[in-house]
């Protein structure tokens, strides 16, 4: 069985950065890439970034882009994701996943098998 630990989340001033990372446990063999997620109250989630594990392809929401950073360390298998120049609208309840092998549409939730347990970013303006 596959697990998800987020961390790293918090509240900060707009402008201000925070990390956040995900450690993954179990077998992982059948992903090609990790995503994070976000979900604001009375939204759907939405697609932030994400990273595939064979050669470390970045995809990003244009929201975000030039802001936030996905990596990963395959050796640890955890995925972190550095979030810089904070808005307000950033806003959100973070969620890293697993992507399942096969198409990639990284923004699209449904190819996501598992999920963590999310960790709130609360940015104040």
């Known amino acids: 069985q596959v697990q998800l630990v987020e961390s790293g989340g918090g509240l900060v001033q707009a402008g201000g950065s925070l990390r956040l990372s995900c450690a993954v446990s179990g077998r992982t063999l059948s992903s090609d890439a990790m995503g994070w997620f976000r979900q604001a109250p009375g939204k759907e989630r939405e697609f932030v970034a994400a990273?595939?594990?064979?050669?470390?392809?970045?995809y990003y929401a244009d929201s975000v882009k030039g802001r936030f950073t996905i990596s990963r360390d395959n050796a640890k298998n955890t995925v972190a994701l550095q979030m810089n120049s904070l808005k307000p609208e950033d806003t959100a309840v973070y969620y890293c996943?697993?992507?399942?092998?096969?198409?990639?549409?990284?923004?699209?939730?449904?190819?996501?098998?598992?999920w963590g347990q999310g960790t709130q970013v609360t940015v104040s303006s």
């Open positions: 996943a697993v992507k399942r092998y096969g198409r990639s549409y990284y923004f699209d939730r449904s190819l996501y098998s598992y």
């Open positions: 990273i595939t594990w064979r050669d470390g392809s970045t």
